[in-house]
């Protein structure tokens, strides 16, 4: 199944001004890099991927339509799964977007 484009064009508008932006196919989804650091990706099944940090992880998971993030049978920490019916409106998507990106600038440039 292939990447919702409907999804990974609005995630393009809300990134388009951010500098070090980078796109790159990973983990069967489309992945959005801020100076070579994963911020969010869009998934196969129109969810999205968060990278925030693990202090805000627990917090974050009482909201709906928000999960941990799941791989291989193994949660991984610091990362957020946000179900379509989370990012329906831009403000929703937004929101979520904002937070990766700021999180991956945050981090050492790769």
């Known amino acids: 199944m292939p990447v919702d484009p409907d999804l990974v ?3 393009r508008e809300l990134t388009a001004t951010e500098a070090g932006l980078d796109e790159k196919r990973m983990f069967g989804g489309l992945a959005f890099l801020v100076n070579g650091n994963m911020a969010v990706a869009a998934t196969r099944d129109g969810a999205l991927m ?4 693990r202090a805000d992880s627990a917090k974050l998971l009482q909201r709906d339509h928000v999960e ?3 791989m291989g049978g ?4 610091g990362w957020l799964r946000i179900a379509g019916p989370g ?6 998507l937004q929101s979520w ?3 990766g ?4 600038k ?5």
């Not at 193994?74 to 920490?77: A, D, I, L, T, V």
């Not at 990012?87 to 929703?92: A, K, N, S, V």
């Not at 945050?106 to 790769?110: E, I, Q, T």
């Open 87 to 92: 990012l329906r409106t831009t403000r929703q």
């Open 101 to 104: 990106v700021d999180y991956a």
């Open 68 to 70: 941990p993030m799941v």
């Open 106 to 110: 945050s981090l050492p440039a790769k």
């Open 97 to 99: 977007v904002a937070r």
């Open 50 to 53: 968060v990278r925030v940090a």
């Open 74 to 77: 193994r949660e991984m920490r």
């Open 9 to 11: 064009d609005r995630i």
